[in-house]
């Protein structure tokens, strides 16, 4: 069984930064694809970001802006999403998400979901 359990979030000021952390469990982590979502307050689930299983290939969604940087380690069983320039826009419940690896990154299905830790960015 996969377990996925987020840290790092917290409340910072815009323009300020945060590293979140997401550690999986259960299953052998590389032969996942790990991905990014969040949830603004009162608005659907959205795509954030992803990696694919030995961490040579990403994909963002146009939302972040340049400003976000996801990475994997594979010795660690770990991926993180750096996040820099943070605005109020970006205050959510950011979740850790996993998938068996998938031949299209872009592919928005992902099987396993971690319970989320929660970004709050104030103007």
């Known amino acids: 069984q996969v377990q996925l359990v987020e840290s790092g979030g917290g409340s910072v000021q815009a323009g300020g930064s945060l590293r979140l952390s997401c550690t999986f469990s259960g299953r052998i982590f590389s032969r996942y694809d790990m991905g990014w979502f969040r949830r603004p307050p009162g608005k659907e689930r959205e795509f954030v970001c992803a990696?694919?299983?030995?961490?040579?290939?990403?994909i963002y969604e146009s939302i972040v802006d340049g400003r976000f940087t996801i990475s994997r380690d594979n010795g660690k069983n770990t991926v993180s999403l750096q996040m820099d320039n943070l605005r109020p826009e970006d205050t959510a419940m950011y979740y850790c998400?996993?998938?068996?690896?998938?031949?299209?990154?872009?592919?928005?299905?992902?099987?396993?979901w971690g319970q989320g830790t929660q970004v709050t960015v104030y103007s």
């Open positions: 998400a996993a998938r068996l690896k998938t031949v299209n990154l872009a592919f928005r299905r992902y099987e396993h």
């Open positions: 990696v694919n299983w030995n961490g040579q290939n990403t």
